[in-house]
Every structure is written in structure tokens, then in C-alpha cells.
């Protein structure tokens, strides 16, 4: 299992209480990234009290979902500002 809005505070470099006090806002955007970048064997959900997970098959499922997440936050340019 992959905590999602982890993975995105450490790759944006967010700081961890201004990006608690949002996790409401964070949970729809890094939902949808996720969603755009898993692949179809993937499970990725936004489960109450635990916020958006991937559920992957494998450790190396698990490195190429973080890296393709990582290309995504890169690109769009996510965190910063």
C-alpha cells in the first residue's frame, strides 16, 4: 500500500502542517493524478480516514507508480509556488 498524499509531500518538498491543515483540497488533486497515472491492475482510491492509497501487486509496482507520480508533480509543476 502507497499513501499517496505522503508521496506527494515528499516530492513537492510541501510543508507538513500548511499541507495537513489542506489534505481536503490535496485528496482530489493527488486522486486524479494518480488515477492518471496508474496502470489498469492498479488500486487507487480515497478511502475515509486514511485519504487517496494505491493498492499495487509488487515493490516494483509500487517504484513505477511513485516514479510515474514523480514525473507527473515534475511537469505540472505541482508544489510549487
Known amino acids: 500500500m502507497l499513501n499517496l498524499l505522503e508521496l506527494i509531500e515528499r516530492f513537492t518538498g510541501s510543508n507538513p502542517q500548511a499541507f495537513a491543515q489542506h489534505q481536503i483540497y490535496w485528496s482530489g488533486t493527488v486522486l486524479s493524478i494518480a ?3 496508474c496502470r489498469d491492475e492498479d488500486f487507487v482510491a480515497n478511502i475515509k ?3 487517496p492509497i494505491a493498492v499495487l501487486r509488487s515493490k516494483k509496482g509500487m517504484e513505477q507508480l511513485s516514479n510515474r507520480v514523480l514525473v507527473m ?3 505540472t509543476g505541482l508544489g510549487n509556488g
Open 35 to 37: 488515477m492518471a497515472v
Open 49 to 51: 480516514g486514511r485519504g
Open 73 to 75: 508533480v515534475r511537469t
